[in-house]
């Protein structure tokens, strides 16, 4: 397809030059004429009832405008963008408070510093209450997080989500039978995939200005979703979608923490309307950490039964996820996410039960991978531990039970189409490039010596590129939001007057460098130098449709949208060019700033030259009408199934149960890829944060809900001396599901890692005796696991 | 509060500021609130993670851990800073050509710190990389660009001709 270079290749991006002059506008550096500060009262209690709020010494210091609570914005109802799941959460705390950092009071003042003097003000009288912390504990629903009201919101069991949907058949029987015969091994394994904070770097900020004269509001947002939050506003507020212009600008790191519309943006645009002037919010990392959204946190026990010649017959996974104290946007969807990909890449039997259990701590919803890291964990820990059992090579038993690529497109056992995968392939060609045979030579050898050495490896399939129209109906969708419902994706093309191109898309980068590639697939059909195409994003009335940045979408959806609305626009400029050119359109050609007829490059015409005679209808032929434009909506016929497999080296230290990560590698697969350089900067970013969950990261609460990891410091983020290099490589299985054969890969590096490392500790201490260890695998985690092993 | 207002002159970026401030203010925010260099990032505001790197004095510096008036008198660059007209400072290129940064919000302090170690010494090793920017937190890269970007500025500025990210990508 590509008639110029840029398409696959490696392209310096677009956004770099503002961003490393410290010209790039994140919402903090927004300023707004008269604008007003706010600071929160939160909850120090993980469960307490509210006896009363008292504002009055708050209101009494100089500079504070409004001191609101539930009272005042409870005919407001409920944020309307909450999957309709168990306790929604209310604007602010309506007399309970179900965790830690729960917001009570919202207080307006001139400025931050006397917002935060005056919330120290608020006295709140809180008569606490037994927390329910502890997930099994929440599970087996002694005391309920909300009176009355079991703890366990669903179960993601067997089929059950497509039951009346789709017939199909219950592996559970026949894997009970696998499990009695005699030739058979079963191995079991009990495991925590623990919460973890996303911490973007960017705390989340919000700045609204609300219009009486228009009755409009402007909404500044660190968001991964402008337009639902959009949506969001205008449902609330009872005004139409056109009168919101939510924007999302700079945007420093999403990894599924902006990917909700919380009461912050909602409250801030109800205090400007009433106080009349512009209104900020600014999260501090405290809050960030408590206020915000956690992912994970799961505790479940996965089982394979297999023969001793590497054959899976059954997987089973019963897990109790943690909801958090209230569901948001996608929360109960987490899980079920994670029941997508359950089997991972394999022809296997596959039985689950995913509990969605309430407790007193902050929500969970989409963290980087969003139920896919921890779906892959499960399996992919204890595949290696049955290949131990076996004594086979975890690499083999993995190859054995492979789909295999002649099987595609597989339909799998919940129903769901994967569209193209070559497994195999992509698993050899990394044990080739490590160098697999010798690798495992060097690690006996220098276990041997008494070094603790150990390899680990795993493979994963994700979903991605959501998403398909026909899930619409089964809760993919934005249907709460006023918005469109499917997940679909939109591009607006235009060639301006002067020759130059502005790209308008539906969805945001938050690092992604969207304008990077979009500039390029336009460039690419339209053969406008990429320095002439600007990409607009991050603006809900900008472009006709938008559903945000999250689960590797963009591309697949958004890219295809506007890849369709350049081949538009260039089926037009070709008339255009053949009337100058005195040529059929067919012969004309695209290339280096304009066109020209095809075996004939010196007749030819320059992009300036055609734009203008297309915004002059006199200069164009017959029934062609002025302008140069196109907009699209795609609906993607299905999702993705980006793979892939990941290898690391790790050496234990037995005094200190220290872990080395010593090398890294992987090998992914996301189909075709328009900047190398961009994917395999996701890829490393992904991989940090799996190898982060791995070694370093936990969200830990006491025993009555107090976080304890709630700063930076409690909360080691890997820094650069915690990492090595990553030696990447790619297998490249196109997609059928959109025409640029694209599948994503925001995640995959996440979803590849963690379960890498920890299948690497775990092999260089099981001669040891030691068959798991939970994360963070950090020092003394591991020398204790070592010790009573010894024992 | 009742804050007695100091006066404080402070150069930044070469240019002479002759402020007043109260006592409470972080030097990152009289930056960004008062002088409107909002390049410098908060992060934390405790010192952990180095969004806000800045050189006050030819030493690189965490502006949210300093008052403002910490600063009276003090030579301070900002990234605003570091270019010498239109020409990026070898650091930015680096950043530029290397893939180094992603969500850009880490950056400016990441450049910052780069620059105070490479003024240090121009050919440090990974190693010595990593160590040298370890107070600067970055969530999107895994910090290996970073490592490249860094290497490739000091190579420029040992006078040598790196090369980019093109050569740096997987197949
Ligand atoms: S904002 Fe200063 S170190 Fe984080
Ligand atoms: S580039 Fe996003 S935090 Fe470093």
New binding site residues.
């Given amino acids: 397809m590509s008639t110029t270079s840029v398409m696959g290749g490696v392209v310096r991006r677009k956004e770099d030059p503002s961003l490393i002059q410290g010209k790039g506008t994140y919402v903090d550096d927004i300023k707004r004429h008269r604008e007003l500060a706010t600071a929160f009262v939160r909850s120090p209690f993980a469960a307490a009832a509210i006896n009363s709020v008292d504002a009055s010494a708050a209101l009494a210091l100089e500079g504070v405008h409004a001191v609101y609570t539930i009272d005042d914005v409870r005919h407001l109802g409920l944020n309307p963008a909450q999957v309709a799941v168990g306790t929604l959460r209310p604007f602010l705390a309506d007399g309970v408070v179900h965790h830690v950092g729960e917001a009570v009071a919202m207080v307006v003042a001139d400025d931050p510093y006397i917002a935060k003097d005056a919330a120290d003000l608020v006295f709140v009288d809180y008569e606490p209450k037994d927390a329910v912390v502890d997930l099994k504990e929440a599970y087996a629903d002694t005391v309920q997080v909300h009176d009355g009201i079991s703890n366990t919101l669903l179960t993601w069991a067997g089929n059950a989500w497509w039951e009346g949907v789709i017939d199909l058949p219950d592996p559970s029987p026949g894997i009970q039978e696998a499990k009695e015969r005699d030739d058979t091994v079963v191995v079991s394994l009990e495991m925590v995939n623990q919460r973890l904070i996303p911490t973007a770097i960017e705390p989340r900020a919000v700045l609204a200005d609300w219009n009486s004269g228009y009755d409009s509001v402007e909404l500044w947002s660190s968001s991964q979703i402008p337009h639902a939050v959009a949506g969001a506003i205008g449902m609330t507020f009872g005004i139409p979608s056109n009168k919101v212009r939510v924007v999302a600008p700079e945007v420093g790191g999403g990894f599924g923490l902006k990917l909700n519309v919380y009461p912050d943006e909602i409250l801030c645009c109800y205090a400007s309307r009433a106080l009349g002037r512009p209104v900020r919010w600014t999260e501090t990392r405290r809050e960030a950490s408590v206020a915000s959204i956690q992912g994970r946190g799961w505790i479940g026990t996965s089982t394979i039964t297999g023969t001793r010649d590497g054959k899976i017959l059954g997987y089973e996974l019963d897990a109790i996820c943690d909801m958090g104290a209230y569901t948001h946007n996608f929360t109960v969807a987490i899980p079920l996410l994670g029941l997508f990909v359950a089997p991972g890449q394999y022809d296997i039997p596959t039985s689950y039960a995913l509990h969605c259990v309430v407790t007193n701590k902050p929500t969970t919803d989409a963290y980087r991978g969003a139920g896919r890291p921890e779906a892959a964990y499960y399996l992919e820990r204890i595949i290696d531990a049955f290949a131990r059992e076996i004594g086979m090579d975890p690499a083999d038993v993995r190859k054995a039970n492979y789909w295999k690529p002649d099987q595609f497109p597989v339909t799998t056992q919940i129903g769901l189409t994967m569209d193209t995968g070559d497994y195999a392939t992509n698993l050899d060609s990394l044990l080739e490039r490590v160098g697999y045979e010798d690798l495992k030579a060097k690690r006996d050898a220098a276990r041997a010596e008494g070094r603790l050495l150990g390899i680990g490896l795993s493979t994963y399939v994700e979903v991605c590129g959501f998403g398909p129209s026909a899930l619409a109906g089964l809760g993919f969708s934005w249907a709460g939001y006023g918005l469109p419902t499917a997940f679909n994706g939109s591009g607006v093309v235009r060639v301006q007057p002067d020759g130059t191109c502005t790209v308008t898309i539906g969805t945001g980068p938050s690092g992604q460098g969207h304008e990077t590639t979009w500039a390029q697939i336009v460039s690419d059909g339209l053969g406008i130098v990429m320095d002439n195409i600007e990409v607009q994003h991050g603006d809900s009335l900008d472009s006709p449709v938008g559903v945000g940045t999250f689960g590797s979408r963009s591309l697949a959806v958004d890219g295809t949208a506007t890849y369709e609305a350049t081949t538009r626009v260039k089926e037009k400029a070709a008339i255009i060019a053949g009337h100058l050119l005195e040529a059929a359109p067919e012969d004309v050609q695209f290339q280096d700033g304009g066109a020209h007829v095809a075996g004939s490059p010196d007749r030819s015409v320059a992009w300036a030259q055609i734009a203008e005679s297309a915004y002059q209808p006199h200069t164009l032929p017959e029934g062609v009408e002025g302008g140069l434009e196109s907009s699209v909506v795609f609906s993607p016929p299905n999702a993705t199934w980006p793979f892939g497999s990941h290898l690391a080296l790790v050496e234990v230290d037995p005094e200190t149960g220290d872990v080395d990560l010593l090398e890294y590698w992987a090998t992914d697969d996301c189909g075709n890829v328009i900047n190398p350089m961009i994917v395999d900067g996701q890829v490393h970013g992904g991989i940090a944060q799996g190898v982060a969950q791995a070694l370093f990261e936990e969200a830990i609460y006491d025993d009555v809900g107090n976080l304890l990891t709630s700063s930076l410091a409690d909360y080691p983020l890997p820094a650069a001396e915690n990492l090595p290099m990553f030696n990447l490589d790619r297998t490249v299985t196109p997609t059928d599901v959109n025409p640029l054969g694209v599948k994503g890969i925001g995640e995959a590096g996440t979803i590849g890692s963690a379960q890498t490392i920890v299948n690497a500790v775990v092999d260089a201490v099981s001669h040891l005796g030691v068959k798991h260890i939970d994360m963070p695998l950090r020092p003394k985690r591991v020398w204790q696991a070592i010790e009573d092993a010894r024992k | 509060m009742e804050g007695r207002i100091l006066e404080v002159r402070i150069s930044v970026n070469g240019v002479d500021h002759q402020s007043d401030v109260e006592p409470r203010t972080l030097l990152?925010h009289y930056l960004r609130e008062n002088l409107s260099l909002t390049g410098t990032h908060?992060?934390?505001?405790?010192?952990?993670?180095?969004?806000?790197t800045v050189i006050v004095d030819g030493r690189a510096v965490?502006?949210?851990?300093m008052f403002a008036v910490q600063a009276d008198g003090a030579s301070i660059q900002t990234v605003e800073g570091v270019a010498d007209g239109d020409e990026l400072h070898p650091v930015q290129e680096g950043f530029w050509e290397c893939h180094g940064l992603q969500c850009g919000f880490c950056t400016p302090g990441m450049i910052m710190s780069s620059i105070a170690l490479l003024e240090e010494n121009n050919d440090p090793s990974e190693a010595e990389i990593r160590h040298g920017i370890e107070g600067n937190l970055c969530r999107c890269t895994g910090y290996h660009n970073i490592v490249r970007s860094v290497q490739y500025a000091g190579a420029k500025m040992r006078g040598e001709s790196p090369q980019g990210a093109s050569q740096e990508v997987s197949s």
Avoid: I
Avoid at chain 2, 42 to 52: D, K, L, M, R
Avoid at chain 2, 62 to 65: F, L, R, V
């Fill in positions: 990152v908060v992060g934390c505001e405790t010192g952990y993670c180095g969004a806000c965490k502006s949210c851990t």
